[in-house]
């Protein structure tokens, strides 16, 4: 029997989007209900400076509150050592940090160039290592640049380099803007696997373009066997224009299941997350499962 | 270069399940529209009797009317010799039979067993030919069916060499409740590929589940060269419960040309076609790409 890994970012990089402040218990709820669900790992919330993303501003209060299950690993977005403190007084064991593999997202999503930026994890990193938190690497722009079109595969591989050196366990490779194709995904994966073990990268597809499970798929076939995605299709990048929601939860659990890939995710359970979730926005979220649900097909 | 080639379903397969009436001018217009933006297959109406599909009984007036274009072929539905006999009179160079591999579903659909269709498309496709009319076979539920669940690879085989015996030239291979995953689209197709040409095959995908541009990529490996999609995302079966959606046209043109792949459609020009079709039924469309230009990302 397969497995696959899902790594659950839709109360970080879901609701960091969401214009109408969610309360923090709503926040915990919700959490508490994708732990029900079975997923194993989520990321619960991002230390980001609150002016960047107000939403996440109780970062604190949800990470301190979390009703930590035995089995689930709980997460949050670092940006700097800063944010690490916060993680650690929070009880975190695990962290997530990022980058961009384009010079020019980089600049443009947190105002610091790569060089500048590897100074910066690689101090937070060694710091969280340290402390005994395991940190994960997001690598954004993977496949395309809002702002550069192309990105180099060099360029990639040059800062994944970079954080599997700092001490990254895993590198979730992002496509920031929802552009990959899955052509795209088995050329890059047949390159980056000549590089780094499938086992320590994971991938994290946006479906802007509705190509999400398809890139799921071509990944499959080059070995991932770890995927990201947001209840509800909930999320999307900031500081790119009309880029949206992660590849929604339920769609990648029902793809899998159905392709005999267990996730050890409940998917009636989840869809009671999504449910939840859609009734506290109060607008339609664009996961395909909880339409189908919905309209009394599931 | 690899090239694809599109049917276009959109004004027989999508119309036919909304209760709004269309105007017979705007279903012409839009007609135009794909033709206008390269599409060279367009199912325009289907003759099914208007008792049934009220929406499309304005198939004789429709197919009369088709602004022909040279290189576009058009094509409706004919279920039996009446609707023939119509496509005849409308002056129609093509049409499509359908029956289903579940003996369940095409009991539902059609009210006929399967054997009692075979008697009837195979007199149906006899006239056509005689006529000079190229019959395409549709054969519906070959992923699964929403009444009898799973459907043998067997069953689908036995419908489909009956059709090509009778004189199709092409077979559609239709998820009709949109319930297969890539991993099955490879093993059905595997096996298909053993008794009939890939030449003669297409797959046409519903979007129920999202996983329809991951089916399209499976199938693309296997050898499949056409694929049916629907202009927006309009469409579903009127029998199969919650099953929604074609995969949009634009959605699938953008992959493909993504992965380099000439389907000969010029996106913009698409856009402008489901974006006429949006604003005429009041409603958003399922099509991403769509959506994605309305906030101003494409």
Redesign the interface.
């Known amino acids: 029997m397969q497995t696959v890994q899902i790594v659950e970012v839709g109360p970080r990089d879901g609701l960091q989007n969401e214009r109408n402040v969610i309360e923090t218990s709503d926040k915990l709820q919700l959490i508490a209900l994708l732990a029900d669900a079975g997923l194993k790992r989520i990321e619960a919330t991002s230390f980001v400076h609150p002016r960047w993303i107000p939403q996440l501003a109780d970062a604190d209060t949800v990470a301190r509150h979390i009703s930590n299950r035995v089995g689930v690993e709980y997460s949050a977005l670092v940006p700097n050592k800063k944010g690490l403190e916060r993680a650690i007084v929070a009880g975190l064991k695990e962290i997530a940090v990022f980058m961009s593999a384009s010079e020019a997202h980089n600049k443009q999503n947190i105002n610091k160039s790569i060089r500048e930026t590897y100074s910066i994890l690689s101090e937070v990193i060694n710091q969280a290592v340290v402390a005994g938190i395991r940190v994960r690497g997001y690598v954004s722009t993977v496949f395309g640049c809002p702002f550069a079109g192309d990105v180099s595969i060099d360029d990639v591989t040059r800062v994944m380099e970079q954080l599997f050196k700092m001490g990254v366990y895993e590198v979730s490779l992002g496509d920031t803007i929802g552009?990959a194709?899955?052509?795209?995904v088995e050329e890059r994966l047949t390159v980056l696997l000549r590089y780094f073990p499938v086992e320590k990268l994971a991938c994290h597809f946006h479906?802007?373009?509705?190509?999400a499970?398809?890139n799921?798929?071509?990944a499959l076939t080059k070995g991932i066997r770890v995927f990201d995605s947001s209840i509800g299709g909930l999320g999307g990048c900031p500081y790119a224009?009309?880029?949206?929601g992660n590849v929604?939860t339920e769609?990648l659990v029902?793809?899998l299941e159905?392709?005999?890939i267990a996730t050890g995710v409940d998917l009636h359970r989840l869809l009671a997350a999504s449910s939840f979730m859609q009734t506290k926005l109060g607008r339609a979220l664009p996961?395909?499962?909880l339409s189908?649900k919905q309209?009394?097909?599931?």
Chains 1, 2 share one sequence.
């Not at 224009?241 to 949206?244: D, F, I, N, S």
Request: net charge positive; aromatic share 8%.
């Open positions: 552009i194709t899955p052509k795209q479906d802007t373009r509705g190509t499970l398809a799921v798929y071509a224009p009309g880029a949206t929604a769609d029902n793809m159905g392709m005999g996961s395909k499962m189908f309209r009394g097909g599931y």
